[in-house]
Nanobody
Framework: QVQLVESGGGLVQAGGSLRLSCAAS????????MGWFRQAPGKEREFVAA????????YYADSVKGRFTISRDNAKNTVALQMNSLEPEDTAVYYC??????????????????WGQGTQVTVSS
């Protein structure tokens, strides 16, 4: 099993930036890809971005393309989400997740096999 711990959330004004980090431990060699999802109150969990662990292929939701960047550090077993030009609509709890197998990209949160506890991101207008 993979254990995931997110950090880096907080409160920021619209137009600002935040960087989220996700540290992975445990059976990380089984990981095919990592994803970031978010969930706002009363809404379904939403795909944000994903990256393959070995080749570093990336994929983004249209709503964040050009503003967010996902990256990974294989040596440190970490995945980051750099969020720029934040908007109030980006307010949510952000989760990182591990996917053990193809296909890529995988936007379906129900098929990811490990999750972090989540970190709150609040963007004020």
């Amino acid at each position: 099993q993979v254990q995931l711990v997110e950090s880096g959330g907080g409160l920021v004004q619209a137009g600002g930036s935040l960087r989220l980090s996700c540290a992975a431990s445990g059976r990380t060699f089984n990981t095919f890809a990592m994803g970031w999802f978010r969930q706002a109150p009363g809404k379904e969990r939403e795909f944000v971005a994903a990256i393959t662990w070995t080749l570093g292929r990336t994929y983004y939701a249209d709503s964040v393309k050009g503003r967010f960047t996902i990256s990974r550090d294989n040596a440190k077993n970490t995945v980051a989400l750099q969020m720029n030009s934040l908007e109030p609509e980006d307010t949510a709890v952000y989760y990182c997740a591990a996917d053990s197998k193809p296909p890529f990209p995988n936007r379906d949160y129900r098929t990811y096999n490990a999750w972090g506890q989540g970190t709150q991101v609040t963007v004020s207008s």
